[in-house]
């Protein structure tokens, strides 16, 4: 199966900074990749996507990279608000035909105001 | 609001109980997919259906099975509880067998169990 791993568990900013979550995944076959949101006391919530055969893939205020060398994803946030506080976890999809969200521990963002 | 509901919210059972949890998916949605959260595991899928039909297994114990009804609400069944099954449930649905960019899963709030 996939194994998902987070470099930061957990990741403090300030209100206003710039967050960045890494997330490394193992397959390389790997073709679709989900950022999740996850809120105290609520399901995860789709943020961004993003397929393997692009490199980034901007929203609002995210930005998502993928680096298919090394097999890394990172999701960036601009202008970190105390809303964004949350765990985030990245969802690598498409290895052996399987499009089913596998999670890894996920990354808690704490944002100070 | 994601249009998945579950139920109970909470529940609180004794080691070596059974227990049934519930889930409605989005209108339109056939797949269900049920996931589990503890502390030490991270959100693990456990098993999908799709219209009626297991479509893919994951990290399910024996003791837990579901299944899903016609009329697409699916149920999560959980016995000879231990401990170690305290946990958050999930439960995901989409509109086809699996995620894409055309796609979404979305997720109910979650159901908290509690052995004791």
């Known amino acids: 199966g996939e194994s998902v791993g987070l470099h930061l568990p957990t990741l403090s900013v300030q209100e206003g900074d710039n967050s960045i979550i890494n997330c490394a995944y193992s397959?390389?076959?790997?073709?679709?990749f989900i950022w999740y949101k996850q809120e105290s006391g609520k399901g995860p919530q789709f943020i961004i996507d993003i397929r393997s055969n692009m490199d980034k893939r901007q929203g609002q205020r995210v930005t998502v990279l993928l680096n298919k060398t090394v097999k890394h994803l990172s999701l960036q946030i601009a202008a970190t608000q105390p809303g964004d506080s949350a765990v985030y976890f990245c969802a690598p999809m498409g290895s052996g035909g399987s499009y089913i969200p596998t999670f890894g521990r996920g990354t808690s963002l704490i944002v100070h105001p | 609001d994601s249009g998945v509901t579950q139920t109970p919210k909470h529940l609180i059972t004794a080691t070596g109980q059974r227990v049934t949890l519930r889930c409605s998916p989005r209108s339109g949605d056939l797949s269900v997919y049920w996931y589990q959260q503890s502390l030490d595991q991270g959100l693990q899928f456990l098993i999908q259906y799709y219209n009626g039909e297991e479509r893919a297994k994951g990290n399910i114990l024996e003791r837990f099975s579901a299944q899903q009804f016609p009329d697409l609400h699916s149920e999560l069944n959980l016995s000879s509880l231990e401990l170690g099954d305290s946990a958050l449930y999930f439960c995901a649905s989409s509109q086809t067998q699996g995620i894409s960019t055309n796609t979404e899963a979305f997720f109910g709030q979650g159901t908290r169990l509690t052995v004791v």
């Open positions: 397959n390389s076959a790997s073709d679709y």
